[in-house]
């Protein structure tokens, strides 16, 4: 059974500084592995996929992610934390549902406070 | 192109009502899957719908149900509300196929169980 761990369930960073957010995930079969990103009162945003392609994944707001096989880990990271990072960080992992489709599982979520 | 529409943003009602809310994916997506998020749980998946068949199920009481329409369109039913029912209830549209390629959520309905 798939399963995500997301390490630290708030996150604090200075502006500007190096923001990393921990993921661990199990699956029984190569997985999907996403990041979204949900601010107040939203729907969530999707940051970036892992679809195989490339173990270095890079999405939107200068997110990138690496995937690591040997240590079932897809950590985000940013090099230079803005202000309007701030927000909740899921991650997540997919695979085939027993009827066809994807099912997809989410991580508890971390928050990200950034400190001017 | 419009996003994932869902109605009614806000909900109010009372223990043992029932309750439908509506989802209007992207136009294209066939799949479109239902999340309740509240503070404890997380983020909990309810039910995937593909081409009107539910595809795949959460581990959520017979009280949750829902339906997708031809045009793709879902709703989603909670009968016989309880306090605990109280959450977001997000609805995601994706276009998988062969490949999954991440969701589209809505802004989601805040159901509030009073």
């Known amino acids: 059974a798939q399963s995500v761990t997301q390490l630290g369930s708030h996150v604090s960073v200075s502006e500007g500084a190096l923001v990393l957010l921990r993921c661990n995930y199990s699956?029984?079969?190569?997985?999907?592995l996403f990041w979204y990103v949900q601010y107040p009162n939203q729907g969530l945003q999707l940051l970036l996929k892992?679809?195989?392609?490339?173990?270095l994944v890079k999405g939107i707001n200068g997110f990138e992610a690496e995937f690591k096989k040997s240590e079932t880990s897809f950590h985000l990271t940013k090099p230079s934390a803005h202000m309007s990072d701030a927000a909740e960080y899921f991650c997540?992992?997919?695979?085939?549902?027993?009827?066809?489709?994807?099912?997809?599982?989410f991580g508890a979520g971390t928050r990200l406070f950034v400190k001017a | 192109k419009a996003g994932v529409t869902q109605t009614p943003r806000y909900l109010i009602k009372t223990r043992g009502q029932q309750v439908t809310l509506s989802c209007s994916p992207i136009?294209?997506?066939?799949?479109v899957s239902w999340y309740q998020q509240t503070p404890g749980q997380g983020l909990q998946f309810l039910f995937e719908?593909?081409?009107?068949?539910?595809?795949n199920k959460g581990n959520f009481p017979g009280r949750f149900s829902g339906r997708q329409f031809s045009n793709s369109r879902s709703e989603m039913n909670v009968s016989t509300l309880e306090l605990g029912d109280s959450a977001l209830y997000l609805c995601?549209?994706?276009?998988?196929?062969?490949?999954?390629?991440?969701?589209?959520f809505g802004s989601g309905t805040r159901l509030t169980v009073v």
């Open positions: 995601a549209s994706s276009s998988q196929g062969v490949a999954n390629y991440g969701y589209t």
């Open positions: 699956s029984s079969v190569p997985p999907y």
């Open positions: 892992y679809t195989s392609a490339a173990t």
């Open positions: 997540a992992v997919s695979d085939r549902g027993g009827t066809g489709g994807f099912k997809t599982i």
């Open positions: 136009s294209g997506h066939r799949s």
């Open positions: 719908y593909f081409s009107e068949t539910q595809r």
